[in-house]
């Protein structure tokens, strides 16, 4: 049944999108802008707001093993360094796909929106997504905890710190890292989320050491020069 | 002699089974030790150890509340004492009878328990209760309790003859305050009362039924409750404790008889216990022995909880709804059946997962891959491939199956009973050594179903063993980990980090703590941090991230 709904779900706001798309506010959907500040703060639910995204890979597979397998292929050139540049390109494969910053209005980030938007395929596809977090101290016994739909595998500062598998919707706070140590500045968060139909997105936020969310995080796109 | 008489003297003759210990049971859920007693007190604990004091002398100590061993006895001795810690003293009730039912209640007390203390010494306070052998009542059975709310000391006592009685004590000396003050009557037809305090209730807990016959014994712990310290005390149906009014607790059951003499042991955290003893345990040759259990609260009422019991249990979060499983990629129950193709819909025909090749539920390595026009693998290694949208056995493809109607496909089941899933089934690509700790959507899957194991000579904690969680039909451990974390070890080894407590809360769901935490100053509790993934995090009582349900697989 689940697969039904999504695939009802998916129609409809294929028509509600169709039916908007003239008057959308941006290219990147109902929910999604292109980032006109230099950075955002994570506000009192701690989620993160912007990240860079690039345009959807068609892979096949949600279990452990395949998204595993997923991830570690090289798509393209320091796909675990990079710090893109909204506009930038990359070859995968036979395709050059882009870079797009986004901002979104909502606790998480409609990667439906996004690949409907940009007229890329929206079912068995990878989006690889990057964010810098500013903190203003170190801050020790934090977890990064995530939700998406489907799976993801998420890094921070180049280490796999979380991961949540199959076919499943966005929970908050679903897939949570071990205690971890936020560094004084910039922390990259890199994320893989991978779906295989229908709706897709996915939501990631800080908690303190107490589990609650933390507040007042700077996310930018790029580092500190 | 009456049968009251009998009743007692038989009470006073049961002494004799405390010169024998009883053989330690290694696998039964009972204390281990030598936990035979009659009467037992309120457990106390002081400075590392708890005791407990029961007729005729004979207390009991243990350093973990688990396995127990005979005491030293008091200077002053007799029937079903009760003691109760304030300030720098412990104060002991006893009761001395003489001809039924004149009877005293005397106190004495000491700055320890512990004989080896300097601090070790009894001192005679006197009487603070008495029956004059004329008047409806026989004051044996003291049971004190102090209330937080109001700093006042009471003592309950009686016995059949007559009422279970209230007089107040000075939480100073221990004394009767007003040795004038008329003791009130709260009850009837029952002895061995005391009282607790919970959210604007008191409730008087007193044993109804005969003692001191062992197997035959009648003994069960009844209740009612009151907004005030003086009664009336009426039972769940709103009949008056006074007119014989009592709800039970708890009764006879899992192959012991006749609980009594109720004495609460507050944890802390919200995790509350009482004590008890059996007039018989079958498993101990019908010796009467100390038990503890879970105090649990329900609609009001206090409710008698279980200790942690051997078996394979699906361990599932109150907070998340999802439950804790060991890491590996789960193969559905059966084997791996999804809708196929476009035009099928979900009542189409099944066929292979992605992946399909995967063998399903017992299929080892050479076990026929599903091909593409294969689907539905059905249990068993070896088990013939039925092909996609096929009917169940002597069902043709389009006609009502045995499992329901649907036809075949995915809503149509397999036409045949589905085995549970086994570790030895699934395991072959399970990987080897440590494997991360996970949450999932339970779905009866090996990986998510855990065996509950007391383990012997580990030691453990107020009325139970400490345990280890291994997944069902496998040695693979849960074990904490240095950093407060949690992965499932290869194999058992005994250490600290993979024994685990488990105390059942108010709520009936259970608190779930490693040896290696659980006598630590804000001790770690399996956490459910996130949906999909657990941890150790300091137990906070307000929270249901550490509770947690032990549901049958």
Not at chain 2, 84 to 105: E, L, N, S, T, V
Not at chain 2, 429 to 437: I, K
Not at chain 2, 525 to 533: E, I, N, R
């Amino acid at each position: 049944m689940n697969e039904f709904r999504k695939s009802l779900m998916v129609l409809s706001c294929g028509l509600v999108l169709a039916a908007t798309a003239a008057s959308a506010a941006t290219a990147l959907g109902p929910t999604l802008s292109t980032p006109v500040t230099p950075s955002r703060v994570t506000g009192a639910d701690g989620f993160i707001p912007r990240w860079t995204l690039l345009e959807p890979i068609p892979v096949n597979g949600l279990t452990q093993s395949a998204v595993q397998a997923m991830v570690k292929k090289q798509w393209f050139p320091d796909q675990f360094t990079v710090i893109p540049k909204d506009g930038a390109t990359e070859t995968v494969g036979e395709s050059t796909l882009t870079w797009h910053a986004v901002d979104t209005k909502l606790y998480n980030l409609n990667l439906y929106h996004f690949a409907y938007a940009l007229k890329k395929p929206t079912s068995n596809i990878l989006v690889w997504a990057v964010t810098i977090v500013n903190s203003p101290k170190e801050m020790k016994d934090v977890r990064l905890a995530i939700g998406s739909n489907a799976a993801s595998v998420w890094w921070l500062n180049g280490e796999e710190v979380a991961a949540v598998y199959n076919d499943r919707q966005t929970v908050i706070d679903d897939g949570v890292s071990k205690r971890l140590t936020l560094n004084k500045g910039p922390n990259v968060v890199r994320a893989a989320v991978v779906n295989g139909g229908g709706a897709t997105d996915f939501c990631a936020r800080f908690l303190d050491a107490n589990d609650k969310p933390i507040p007042g995080l700077t996310i930018t796109l790029n580092e500190p020069k | 002699m009456d049968g009251l008489t009998s009743m007692r003297h038989k009470k006073y003759l049961s002494l004799a089974l405390f010169a024998m210990p009883i053989a330690p049971v290694t696998t039964a859920l009972a204390l281990d030790g030598e936990p035979g007693i009659h009467d037992p007190s309120t457990i106390t604990y002081d400075d590392g150890k708890y005791y407990v004091y029961g007729t005729g002398g004979s207390p009991l100590v243990s350093d973990d509340g688990w396995t127990w061993h005979r005491g030293t006895a008091p200077s002053r001795t007799g029937a079903a004492p009760d003691v109760i810690h304030i300030g720098d003293k412990y104060f002991m009730y006893i009761a001395r009878g003489y001809a039924q039912p004149k009877a005293d209640i005397f106190m004495i007390w000491s700055k320890s328990l512990d004989p080896k203390s300097p601090d070790y010494k009894w001192n005679d306070g006197g009487v603070v209760a008495s029956s004059d052998g004329v008047e409806d009542s026989n004051a044996i059975d003291p049971g004190v309790f102090l209330d937080h709310t109001t700093g006042r000391l009471w003592l309950v006592d009686g016995s059949y003859f007559g009422y279970i009685r209230l007089v107040e004590l000075d939480p100073k000396t221990g004394m009767q305050k007003d040795p004038k003050a008329k003791p009130i009557n709260l009850a009837i037809n029952c002895e061995a009362s005391d009282m607790i305090y919970h959210d604007g209730w008191y409730y008087l807990l007193a044993t109804h039924g005969s003692c001191c016959a062992g197997a035959s014994s009648g003994y069960n712990i009844r209740m009612g409750r009151s907004r005030h310290v003086t009664g009336p005390f009426l039972d769940a149906e709103g009949v008056d404790m006074i007119q014989g009014g009592g709800t039970q607790l708890i009764g006879s059951g899992d192959r012991k008889v006749g609980p009594g003499h109720f004495g609460l042991m507050d944890l802390g955290d919200g995790v509350m216990k009482f004590s008890m003893h059996w007039e018989a345990d079958l498993d101990r040759g019908g010796a009467s022995v100390l038990d503890i259990r879970p105090l649990l609260w329900k609609d009001g009422w206090p409710v008698a909880g279980e200790n942690p019991k051997e078996g394979v249990y699906e361990i599932h979060s109150v907070h998340t709804s999802t439950s804790l499983a060991m890491a590996v990629e789960g193969m559905p129950v059966g084997g791996g059946r999804m809708r196929q193709g476009p035009g099928l819909g979900p009542m189409g025909g099944g066929g292979p997962r992605p992946g399909g090749a995967r063998p399903a539920n017992g299929a080892g390595a050479g076990a026929p891959a599903a091909g593409a026009a294969a689907g539905n693998a059905a249990p068993g290694a070896g088990a013939p491939q039925r092909p996609a949208n096929a009917g169940g056995p002597g069902a043709p493809a389009g006609q009502p199956r045995p499992g329901g109607g649907f036809g075949a496909g995915i809503f149509g089941g397999t036409g045949s009973p589905i085995a549970d899933q086994t570790a030895a089934s699934v395991s072959a690509n399970w990987p080897a050594g440590d494997v991360p700790v996970a949450m999932n959507n339970y779905q009866l899957q090996a990986q998510e179903k855990w065996q509950l194991t007391a383990v012997p000579n580990a030691g453990g904690y107020p009325g139970s063993p400490y345990f280890k969680i291994t997944i069902a039909g496998t040695d693979r451990a849960l074990s904490a980990t240095e950093d407060g974390e949690l992965k499932v070890v290869a194999a058992f080894s005994g250490a600290p980090e993979q024994l685990w407590r488990l105390d059942q809360l108010a709520d009936g769901s259970w608190r779930i703590m490693p040896k290696s935490q659980a006598n630590e100053k804000d001790g770690m509790a399996l956490s459910a941090v996130g949906a999909s993934f657990p941890t150790l995090a300091k137990f906070d009582p307000k929270s249901d991230r550490q509770h947690w349900l032990l549901n049958r697989p």
